[in-house]
RNA sequence: GGGCGAUUAGCUCAGUUGGUUAGAGCGCUGUCUUGACAUGGCAGAGGUCACUAGUUCAAAUCUAGUAUCGCCCACCA
């Protein structure tokens, strides 16, 4: 083996074997166990939030596999309607073409090459991470299966008369060309302006002011609402007021809507381009009037001077002309909230149009009830009140896209505009008796990504085929069991998933559902191209240098100007690139960082650690098959196991429990601290230290059943080990298990294929002996440091006092101590021996003597002593005090009060022997 | 405006139902190339647990409030 762990050969090997292996499929027996991954765009490419969730489910995955369950990791790919139709609009305008000049046919299947081409990049990238899925089941959404779904979904809701086509105010985004549903707007806190415009009174009695920050809409205006109430308005209301630039006159009517503290407490009414306006205009009985085209130009409803003006170019012309006729009466910066789209960052438009809706109120409540009745469980729980207030305040769904690429409506219109709904054209003829030589022309438009990603947990199971079902293990993987995402599709999916799958299945889709944080930069920045604080995974895996790293975080920016500076911060953040971490490092660093119900600042030195970590396992490793040997050993019985072997395999089985625990509860950071601990602190740090002595070959002609038993457990326990690490670094434990499984007398192919080890039962004498033994190894070592001895410097122990068990344990493990602590012998004296020249270090009533013989100052060791005092002392009177307390005692359970009197005790008695020492040694 | 969360060592975080002297990693200091590992060993320094009041024999932990910082949702022109 070399010297130091390198992944990125060793995890080249193993994944391919793997997959054409099979062992990532079910296995149809077992308890199933079943996890979906969210279906990433085809577009991605894998980012740190990717990695993240993949690595936990990936971990769950092979924790539930290795423990016999039946896995099933449901992968596949979303075909990402808006993103993949930009992406392929743009390639074709990069080659000089436009995408209009393509037929809808054509068009797609550019797409379809494109995804041939392009689409399978973020699999790739899952497999270098090492996510053991099963890929022969990998599904597209726009797979003919998955599409059946989607139609056949479609159909029935319509026939329920959940789906229903109207004209509706909508989230238009007017470069798309598109309508959006409300969970793609967001809303942005942006500096705008609010104008005063004045209204003339028709009877001439003056005028009306109101306040608009859009301006331009004053156009598609239908009255101006007061407040009932208002006694300001009262004699204007039933009046009417001129509408300036139209030459309309618009009524006043009285609505609660009406805010009287806000502005001038009047309100202009534009329904066809206000969510709020129409509800009123609604109310009220005035038609809309729209007055922007599909691009948001002024149409033809306005005066001419305005018509094919875009929005922002008619806001500044109705802005002069209002100033020129002195309408305008002030022009004021107002803080206001603007609504754009989440792909293409414009401002949307309300706007008038048919589109397709799908009825939320009943879905909604069955949403609703299968988490509140705990079919469908969050984690962590909290999560259940965004989700409870969302699904309390649902609108009806704008399920249809004014794009090409997507499952198109399965809806047909003849010639007289009537809507046949239907699986296909075919069926519907049939369905209706539509001769052939009637017309009729399919609807344009096709459905939102999301309505088919909500099919996933049974579509991906062959529904609603029976024949498909039926071979897929629908009654079988039906509920999975956990789902792991982000919460910012909690109402983009999983809601809409946990109703699709209750309503055409009456099965939830998931038993659980794992809310994973953020994944955030060093500082808690969310990453963003912007900012220029991306991480990509694949990078940390690989390494990078850091021209390429600069050269990528500045490329193809929206922003140019900014490249500079993250050019600088870069170079400054990583001045010699980042190293090549590898897979298993990047995992078990997302691993430890994922605590619950919080986002996650990811650190490079973080990853460093770890990376560090897996070499520490390598090299025990190499110590191990140094000292076993190649060949299998004879395994020892219980009783042939020495008391450190015992206690190794203790702490094991506590480990094993805890990593258990942490998982059962999605506690992955403390399962991997655990390891990390167990595997640092206790096997590398003590168990192989301690073995060293035992394997010495004159300790092995003394006592050559220790020797063998310890290696035998030397090699038994890493073996175990690296069963626990497995689902956490999978790639370095199939590496090393390769070489370790015969001398631990394992059978097997591959460690991914290995049980999952159990507890056993622990042995707590063991582990008494072996904290004694520590400590004593632990007070010696810091004496010496403390005092400055060389550490390399034979010198004697005394041993003074002490119990009878000290002695014992004294005799069994006096040689381990001598070696250890680097003594030269360790001699037992009388209790009155004068100890005055001697360095003392306590190992509770148990002496430890170090001569100094003159080769430290006395004022040192008296400095040092009188620090272990005040420290000794500080403590004493904490529990002394709790001891006085007359309520403690009679309040406190019994054994709380025992435990505080034996610490008082034990206190007491190394604060009397740090006096008497301390007094020796100032009386010389 | 409503909701959720955070505040513990220089930095990033643990701290399970209240009960040893509040822990870890990174960083820092000293020291050591001892036959697994310098991507290391050994030893150490470093914290008024944001603040205030309360409950309790006992509070980092429970309650109320305050402050600061995040995030989500919401129709104020």
């Not at 004053?218 to 006694?231: K, R, S």
């Not at 309300?350 to 609703?368: A, C, E, H, I, S």
Request: charged letters at 25%; hydrophobic letters at 40%; glycine letters at 6%.
């Amino acid at each position: 083996m070399d010297k130091t762990y390198n992944p990125h050969e060793l995890e080249q090997r193993w994944y391919q074997r793997w997959e054409e292996s099979g062992c990532f499929r079910p296995t149809g027996k077992g308890e199933p166990y079943c996890i979906l991954l969210p279906p990433p765009n085809v577009t991605g490419t894998l980012h740190m939030g990717h990695a993240f969730q993949h690595t936990l489910m990936d971990a769950l995955i092979r924790y539930q596999r290795m423990r016999g369950r039946d896995t099933l990791w449901q992968v596949g790919v979303d075909h990402a309607g808006i993103a993949t139709e930009m992406v392929v609009t743009r390639q074709i305008e990069a080659e000089g073409g436009k995408r209009d000049d393509l037929a809808r046919e054509d068009f797609i299947n550019r797409v379809w090459q494109w995804k041939q081409e392009s689409g399978s990049t973020i699999t790739r990238q899952m497999r270098r991470l090492g996510a053991s899925a099963d890929w022969s089941r990998e599904r597209f959404t726009m797979d003919p299966d998955l599409s059946e779904a989607v139609t056949e979904t479609f159909v029935r809701l319509h026939e329920e008369g959940l789906i229903y086509r109207g004209p509706r105010l909508v989230n238009w985004d007017p470069v798309l060309q598109t309508a959006i549903s409300d969970l793609e707007v967001v809303n942005s806190d942006e500096q705008g302006k609010l104008w005063s415009i004045r209204y003339p009174r028709t009877d001439g009695r003056g005028d009306v002011v109101v306040a608009t920050t859009r301006p331009e809409t004053l156009l598609g205006d239908v009255c101006v609402a007061v407040h009932p109430e208002d006694a300001r308005y009262r004699d204007l209301v039933g009046q009417t007021v001129e509408l300036p630039l139209t030459g309309r006159q618009i009524p006043v009517v009285t609505d609660e809507y009406v805010d009287p503290e806000f502005g001038t407490g009047c309100v202009k009414i534009t329904p066809a381009h206000d969510f709020n306006d129409w509800e009123v205009g609604a109310r009220h009985g005035f038609s809309p009037i729209n007055i922007f085209t599909p691009t948001a130009a002024i149409n033809d409803q306005a005066p001419a001077r305005y018509r094919g003006l875009d929005r922002f170019a008619a806001r500044e012309r109705i802005i002069a002309d209002l100033k020129l006729e002195g309408l305008l009466i002030e022009e004021k910066p107002h803080a206001m909230v603007v609504p754009r789209g989440d792909r293409s960052g414009q401002i949307i438009e309300p706007y008038l149009t048919d589109q397709w809706f799908v009825k939320m109120d009943q879905l909604g409540r069955l949403g609703l009830d299968l988490v509140e009745s705990g079919q469908v469980e969050f984690v962590p729980g909290n999560w259940i009140n965004t989700y409870r207030h969302w699904m309390e305040n649902l609108q009806d769904w704008c399920i249809s896209r004014q794009l090409w690429w997507g499952h198109r409506i399965p809806a047909w219109y003849d010639e007289q505009g009537k809507i046949y709904v239907g699986r296909s054209e075919k069926e519907l003829r049939a369905r209706y008796g539509l001769s052939d030589d009637r017309v009729l022309r399919q609807d344009n438009d096709v459905l939102e990504t999301w309505f088919s990603s909500a099919l996933w947990a049974h579509s991906t199971l062959g529904w609603p085929d029976p024949k498909r079902m039926a071979s897929e293990g629908f009654e079988r993987y039906l509920p999975s069991s956990v789902l792991i995402t982000g919460f910012d599709i909690i109402f983009f999916w999983v809601a809409r998933m946990i109703m699709m799958t209750g309503h055409f299945t009456g099965k939830v889709p998931f038993e659980q559902v794992y809310i994973t944080g953020l994944i955030r930069d060093s500082h808690g920045q969310k990453m963003s191209k912007s900012k220029g604080n991306v991480l990509d995974p694949i990078d940390l895996i690989d390494g990078i240098e850091l021209e390429q790293l600069i050269d990528k975080r500045t490329s193809a920016m929206m922003q140019p100007h900014l490249a500079k500076r993250i050019e600088k911060t870069t170079r400054e953040e990583y001045p010699n690139g980042i190293p090549a971490f590898g897979a298993d490092a990047l995992r078990i660093t997302f691993t430890a960082l994922a605590g619950h119900g919080r986002d996650i600042k990811f650190d490079l030195a973080r990853c460093e650690g770890y990376r560090n970590f897996l070499n520490k396992l390598w090299n025990a490793t190499r110590f191990t098959l140094m000292n076993v040997g190649q060949e299998r050993l004879p395994a020892p019985t219980d009783s042939q196991l020495d008391t450190l072997s015992r206690w190794i395999l203790s702490r094991l089985s506590r480990t094993i429990t805890e990593v258990d625990q942490a998982l059962a509860d999605y506690r992955f950071d403390l399962a991997t601290r655990a390891l990390y601990e167990f595997v640092w602190n206790e096997f590398c740090d003590w168990y192989l230290e301690l073995s060293k002595p035992a394997l010495y070959e004159e300790a092995e002609a003394n006592d050559p059943a220790t020797a063998l038993a310890t290696r035998h457990t030397l090699a038994r326990v890493l073996e175990t080990t690296l069963r626990l690490l497995h689902p956490f670094v999978p790639f370095v434990t199939e590496e090393i298990w390769q070489r370790v499984r015969l001398p631990a007398g394992v059978e097997g192919d591959s460690i991914s294929q290995m049980s999952w080890p159990l507890a056993q039962a622990t042995d707590t004498a063991a582990e008494a002996d072996a904290e004694w033994l520590k400590t004593v190894i632990s007070a010696i070592r810091s004496a010496r440091t403390e005092l400055n001895l060389a550490p390399g410097k034979p010198m004697p122990l005394l041993i003074q006092g002490g119990s009878e068990q000290d002695h014992l344990r004294l005799e069994r493990f006096g040689d381990l101590i001598r070696k250890l602590a680097r003594l030269e012998r360790i001699e037992t004296v009388a209790s009155d021996f004068d100890s005055a020249a001697c360095a003392t270090a306590l190992a509770g009533e148990l002496r430890l003597l170090i001569p100094l013989a003159g080769l430290v100052d006395v004022a040192e060791e008296l400095a040092r002593l009188n620090k272990q005092l005040e420290r000794e002392q500080k403590g004493m009177e904490q529990v002394d005090k709790k001891l006085s307390n007359e309520r403690f005692v009679a309040n406190a359970p019994p054994e709380v009060v025992d435990k505080e009197r034996r610490r008082l005790e034990e206190h007491r008695n190394t604060v009397s022997e740090l006096r008497k020492q301390i007094q020796r040694l100032a009386s010389l």
